[in-house]
């Protein structure tokens, strides 16, 4: 493996149980400094961030990039596997400058605000038919609501908008689910990325031949048409193509799934406050974006560099070309910057967050996420309003990672066969 330098000698391992023991973590790591030297899986060292000012300062700040290949020259690409779908793309999620420009403004069109409010009704359908298919099950047997309503929502939105044909749509999903995971044997990970890379490419060559009325479709045909480009901008290459699709399909979905199955969970360990928003569907924004500020789908995207010293007080400086590791989910549970803040209360009046990133990179398929939770939520409660955790909310299985905050299932009793 080539070096990456570090400047700081890590004592502290970045665990990958997920969930509480994550929560934890980041909050010790927020006690010990504005950023701390963290030993990360294949021997790579970075700087944790958790407290919420640095997050802010760090995201948007001039000295820091998302690109790697660009400021690190000792990088070889592929030589650390589990970090690999992450840095050695050439996304708008790793690009800088014009590069990240050119890309943002490819996609960004079809997630404006008319568009994605354009989708409602498609999601509502959607929504309606995976609700018909729970209240066909028995009702005195406990379902798995995260495999058969949470995943499928957002996964098959995003399909559908990438016509992501049926036969290839179970793998993809299932190597999307596998390269978020950082407590994996190195060998798995290069398999994964490189299945994931195939899959696409399959794709690809899929609407070459049949071109669609579908972003990938469009995608293709701006690489494929862009030398003639008039607005003089680059054309989309090839492996930008690929590197885009990847980003937009896994990141399209991951979130929307970690946001339904968090909230569910939190609402129904919390009956006053469910039966505060059915009193009142008005109230279901409170709902989603509090679940975002508590558990933010996404609590750690790798990586950013420093292309400068960076001097954040207390006897921390990030030298140039060390990695940063910025912890999304730090900024809205900092006791700094919010009381109690492990606690979910949709009554609280701050709620902010920082789960969809801030500046240059910030998400720009949020305004989806949030549509895709304010339909799937409300219509399930109100389909199933005796609805129950199967387990105890605290038993409930996180994801084995860093990267996202995910879990593995939710068991709920739906309640419908109930007078």
Same mark, same amino acid.
């Given at each position: 493996m080539s070096a990456i330098a570090f400047s700081a000698s890590p004592t502290t391992t970045l665990a990958s149980e997920g969930g509480r023991c994550m929560y934890e973590q980041v909050d010790r790591l927020r006690e010990s400094g504005p950023a701390v030297?963290?030993?990360?899986p294949e021997?790579?060292? %970075?700087?944790?961030?958790?407290?919420?000012?640095?997050?802010?300062?760090?995201l948007t700040h001039p000295g820091v990039s998302r690109n790697l290949k660009k400021n690190v020259p000792s990088y070889e690409p592929g030589s650390v596997p589990w970090l690999s779908p992450w840095v050695d793309v050439d996304s708008m999620a790793t690009a800088e400058?014009?590069?990240?420009?050119?890309?943002? &403004?490819?996609?960004?069109?079809?997630?404006?605000?008319?568009?994605?409010?354009a989708l409602r009704g498609q999601i509502e359908a959607l929504v309606e038919r995976l609700l018909d298919e729970l209240a066909a099950r028995p009702?005195?047997?406990?379902?798995?609501?995260?495999?058969?309503?949470?995943?499928?929502?957002?996964?098959?939105?995003?399909?559908?908008?990438?016509?992501?044909?049926d036969t290839q749509r179970p793998e993809?999903?299932?190597?999307?689910?596998?390269?978020?995971?950082?407590?994996?044997?190195?060998?798995?990970?290069?398999a994964v990325y490189q299945a994931l890379v195939d899959e696409m490419h399959t794709l690809i060559a899929t609407k070459r031949r049949e071109p669609g009325d579908d972003l990938t479709s469009f995608l293709l045909a701006a690489h494929e048409q862009g030398e003639a480009r008039a607005d003089g901008d680059a054309p989309l290459s090839e492996h930008e193509l690929i590197s885009t699709l990847l980003l937009m399909i896994g990141g399209g979905s991951?979130?929307?799934?970690?946001?339904?199955?968090h909230t569910v969970r939190e609402l129904l360990a919390r009956p006053d406050q469910l %039966?505060?928003?059915?009193?009142?569907?008005?109230?279901? &924004?409170?709902?989603?974006?509090?679940?975002?500020?508590?558990?933010?789908?996404?609590?750690?995207?790798?990586?950013?560099?420093?292309?400068?010293?960076?001097?954040?007080?207390?006897?921390?400086?990030?030298?140039?070309?060390?990695?940063?590791?910025?912890?999304?989910?730090?900024?809205?549970r900092d006791p700094g910057v919010h009381e109690a803040p492990g606690s979910f209360d949709i009554d609280r009046a701050d709620k902010d967050h920082l789960a969809f990133g801030l500046g240059a990179h910030f998400c720009p398929g949020s305004r989806l996420a949030?549509?895709?939770?304010?339909?799937?939520?409300p219509a399930l409660f109100r389909r199933f309003p005796r609805m129950a955790l199967g387990v105890d909310a605290d038993d409930v299985e996180p994801v084995r990672t860093f990267i996202g905050n995910g879990i593995t299932a939710l068991p709920v009793l739906l309640g419908h066969g109930q007078a």
């Open positions: 030297p963290v030993r990360l021997g790579v060292g %970075a700087w944790s961030v958790t407290r919420g000012d640095v997050v802010r300062l760090l400058g014009s590069d990240h420009a050119r890309l943002r &403004k490819l996609i960004t069109p079809a997630f404006s605000p008319r568009r994605t409010d009702s005195d047997e406990p379902v798995d609501l995260h495999t058969a309503f949470s995943y499928r929502v957002p996964t098959e939105v995003i399909c559908d908008l990438f016509g992501l044909p993809v999903l299932r190597l999307f689910r596998a390269v978020g995971e950082t407590d994996v044997p190195e060998e798995e990970s290069i991951t979130t929307t799934i970690n946001l339904i199955d %039966a505060a928003v059915q009193a009142d569907p008005g109230r279901w &924004k409170d709902v989603i974006e509090e679940s975002l500020r508590t558990h933010c789908p996404v609590m750690h995207l790798p990586m950013r560099w420093a292309t400068e010293d960076i001097d954040l007080g207390e006897g921390v400086v990030i030298r140039a070309g060390d990695a940063i590791l910025i912890c999304y989910g730090a900024h809205g949030r549509l895709e939770a304010d339909v799937a939520l």
